[in-house]
């Protein structure tokens, strides 16, 4: 539910109550602000707190804040690269490495898991091979990709795609592992071939754990991608985090931090919704991932 | 007519034969309840009919045709619903119907539905029936191709009494349309008397067949009537002397048997 949906049916609560006295009217009040805000606040309260502490701390001549500027000087370094437009170069460039290194590594590993999920030949002959793979840090590439695939796009959205592979991969192989037989049975009894008890049966049932894994995917692309960009880059938002080291601005490195914190949420949060859709038939304790 | 010919079923591992020997013929439109104590086979039994298990020796007819893979003139209804919980009560129901044009199945998929009486609950969920509904749309499923033979294992054993008791009625009430093969196994004698044109009891170790009862009650079955009661008898008489087949000399067999299982 939307949280204005919630408002609406909060404010038609308490306008039906009718308060007749300014004691009833607060408390009408405190209850509205309670339903609305109530749930998410609670979560909020505590970086507020820190936030607001620091800043009066380096306000009041407590710290002096140069390493770790207050919350005022992040905002305006915000605005300041919001406003130049770099801001906005650096989270696109950022944004694409991932998106494709993510599809190129979703794709992958759910095909690869589609595979040795449902064959056990191909298990046997792959899945070893795989896990060895998996096995080796992702960032341990980063000069063979260099070598290979030269400094620029190329190889950072190899990085990437080689970050999201693994955990979509394992998900979907051990989910399609983890299926009822009794629902693949009832596909046999219609006579169900290979490929329509793929697509009737093995993949509708590994729905919710293709999303799942798929996520977890999306935030491991999200780490490489900062990986990938320290590497060399001179755009991006992992170049804003090394360029802000190398000339010293804190402030410049917060930014560049809160911004990928709001990206990878709203990224994710994109992923759930386009999802959700597919999960509408789930009987389970939380519907909603 | 479902025949079953020397039929024979060893699992790997060894073991005492789940099914040895079994023999029996079960004519177009007859329904056929199997009792018998747990590892007589009964499952077995319906597994290899239904052509989720393979034979060990001996074979399996419907109407002359051998049954070695699932036989698309066989319907088959679990002892779980096993509903699709990602498809919709009407797809559930019309799963079986893939080599149909979208509308036709949907015309035999709520056809179905309505008959089970369940019209209008096409568009839900499975999740959001209650288990005797749930079962009613696994038999609308399983009857939405139009078998000749119709399976059933255990289908009502997860439910309370009286649900059981209105799903015997709608069972009875689908079968009188389009009469039907009916195999169903149940370890309900009451069950089996209320449904079955005969009574096969089964014995284990190996599973075999023990005694066929033929149950000659006009329907609908007054389950409060002598015969009725006097059929639940002789089929209990059955199945206690299947599972004590020889009690020492001297020591009275146990009174009542109906603690068979």
Known sequence: MTVQASTARAVADVESVAPQDADGRARAARALAGRVGGVWLVGVILPVLLAAGWELAVAGGFANG???????????????????????????TTLWRVLAGFAVGAIAGTLAGLLTGASGLARQALDPTIQALRAIPSIAWVPLFILWLGIFEASKVALIAVGVFFPVYLGVMGAIGSIDRKLVEVGRVFRLGRVQMATRVLLPAVLPEWVISLRSG????????????FMGASEGLGYL????????????????????????????????LATRPLLAWRDTVRARL | MLTFANLTKTYAGGGAAALSQVDLAVQAGEIAAIVGGSGC???????????LDQASSGFIEIDGDRVTAPHPAIGIVFQEPRLLPWLTVRDNVA??????????RRQRADEALERVGLAGYGDRWPRELSGGQQQRVAIARALAPRPKALLLDEP??????????????????L???????????????????????????MQPRPGHIYEEIPVDLPRPRDRMSPNFDAAK???????????NPQHPPGQTAPAGGALWW
Not at chain 2, 156 to 173: E, V
Not at chain 2, 189 to 195: C, D, G, H, I, S
Not at chain 2, 233 to 243: C, F, T, Y
Request: hydrophobic letters at 50%; charged letters at 20%.
């Open chain 2, 156 to 173: 009502f054993s997860a439910l309370d009494a009286f649900t059981r008791a209105s799903l015997h009625d709608h069972l009875l009430a």
């Open chain 1, 241 to 272: 985090l090394v360029d802000g080291q190398q000339l010293g601005k804190p402030a410049q490195i917060l930014a560049a931090i809160i911004t990928f914190a709001i990206l990878g949420k709203l990224c994710d949060q994109a992923l759930v």
């Open chain 1, 218 to 229: 999306l935030g491991l692309g999200f780490m490489f991608v900062v990986a990938a960009e």
């Open chain 2, 41 to 51: 086979g009964k499952t077995t039994l319906l597994r290899l009919t239904a052509g």
């Open chain 2, 95 to 104: 799963f079986g119907l893939g080599d149909q044009p979208r509308a036709a």
């Open chain 2, 175 to 201: 079968w009188e349309e389009s009469r039907p093969t009916v195999v169903i196994v149940t370890h309900d004698v009451e069950e089996a008397v209320t449904l079955g044109d005969r009574i096969i009891v």
């Open chain 1, 66 to 92: 140069r390493l770790m500027p207050p919350p005022s000087q992040i905002w305006g370094e915000l605005v300041r690269l919001a406003a130049s437009g770099e801001l906005w170069t650096h989270l696109l």
């Open chain 2, 233 to 243: 008898r002789r089929v209990l008489k059955a199945l206690d002397n299947s599972l």
